[in-house]
């Protein structure tokens, strides 16, 4: 089956610091999404990704789906204290099913 | 402005009691779908309907069966509750047609015990 392979597992960085953190997989998706969950709610989309090599912003985050439609990054830059939580990449199939990594954890230390 | 919404938001079950969590959505969307939260597992997909009148499996479907009633509500039953059924379910919904994104409810909260 489909799967998402998501890295690092968790980040612990400086407030200002840039994070970046990819996703791959051997299956080809449609669309590639990111989404942030903070504690006790659901995830909320940030960037999502429709053509193979397009690269997108959305403020201080930056997300690029890969060539082959396999994989893909997302950039953090400055990070603030609000940055916090667990951010996940998802793919979607042309059927609409609609896949999720493990997600990365991050943590910004005071 | 509901969105998504799930009922119950928290419920505790005895091992092979059944129950079914509501779902409905009130943006016309045409897919929803369910998932698991575990911790360290991401999001699982448990079953997800890209129409009304369609369901499908999604990555861990067994001992869970799903209803997609109309186009608003998509219910998840648990016939026979198993520990290995504690989790946070979260109930979401999509425009579809490969829109990707996706709007969460606010999760329900089950403890097998």
């Known amino acids: 089956g489909q799967q998402l392979n998501q890295s690092p597992q968790s980040m612990f960085i400086q407030e200002g610091e840039d994070v970046s953190m990819n996703c791959t997989s051997s299956s080809i998706f449609n669309t590639w999404l990111w989404y942030k969950q903070d504690p006790g709610e659901g995830p909320v989309l940030l960037i999502a990704l429709y053509k193979a090599g397009e690269l997108t912003s959305n403020g201080r985050l930056t997300a690029q789906f890969g060539i082959t439609r396999k994989d893909s990054f997302l950039n953090i830059s400055a990070s603030i204290p609000s940055d916090v939580g667990i951010y996940f990449c998802?793919?979607?199939?042309?059927?609409?099913?609609?896949?999720f990594g493990k997600g990365t954890r991050l943590h910004i230390l005071p | 402005n509901a969105g998504v919404t799930q009922t119950p938001k928290f419920q505790v079950l005895k091992t092979g009691q059944s129950m079914t969590l509501q779902c409905a959505q009130d943006m016309n969307h045409n897919s929803m779908y369910w998932y698991r939260q575990d911790p360290g597992m991401g999001l699982r997909l448990i079953y997800y309907s890209a129409s009304e009148g369609t369901t499908d499996k999604g990555e861990v479907p067994n001992g869970y069966n799903v209803s997609r009633l109309n186009k608003r509500e998509f219910s998840l039953r648990l016939e026979s509750a198993a520990p290995s059924q504690t989790s946070v379910y979260f109930c979401?919904?999509?425009?579809?047609?490969?829109?990707?994104?996706?709007?969460f409810g606010e999760g329900s909260r089950l403890t097998v015990l």
């Open positions: 998802a793919g979607q199939l042309w059927d609409d099913k609609i896949i």
């Open positions: 979401a919904s999509s425009e579809g047609r490969n829109t990707g994104e996706l709007f």
